[in-house]
């Protein structure tokens, strides 16, 4: 049997949350034999390193944070690995807090 080298098949891009939303961050593979394993990177540092250490579901290959903060804007990396190669997608998330308007009454 051939290995084949894993290809993540979701562009890359920006996302933007409001502060306190919950944040899920899919890495779909679509390819790749053996089954490619994916790990997360968050900033450059392995998510489960991180002080606010994101969930991870290591089955459907997505993270999760429940109650996001200004901290947790970044770059978020997928990496998908088998013992053919691998694949890299790169997520920017920034989180913003939400706009309050007031109004004086006269």
Request: with cysteine.
């Amino acid at each position: 049997m051939f290995a084949v080298k894993p290809v993540i098949v979701d562009a890359a891009g920006e996302f933007i949350v409001a502060n306190g939303r919950r944040l899920t961050l899919l890495c779909r593979v679509r390819a790749g034999s053996p089954s490619p394993m994916v790990t997360w990177y968050i900033n450059g540092s392995l998510a489960t390193d991180s002080p606010r250490s994101p969930l991870i579901d290591r089955v459907a290959r997505m993270l999760i944070i429940r109650s996001t903060t200004d901290k947790d804007s970044g770059r978020y990396t997928c990496v998908a690995t088998n013992t053919a190669g691998s694949d890299v997608m790169h997520f920017d998330v920034h989180v913003i807090g939400l706009c309050h308007v007031s109004y004086a009454r006269k």
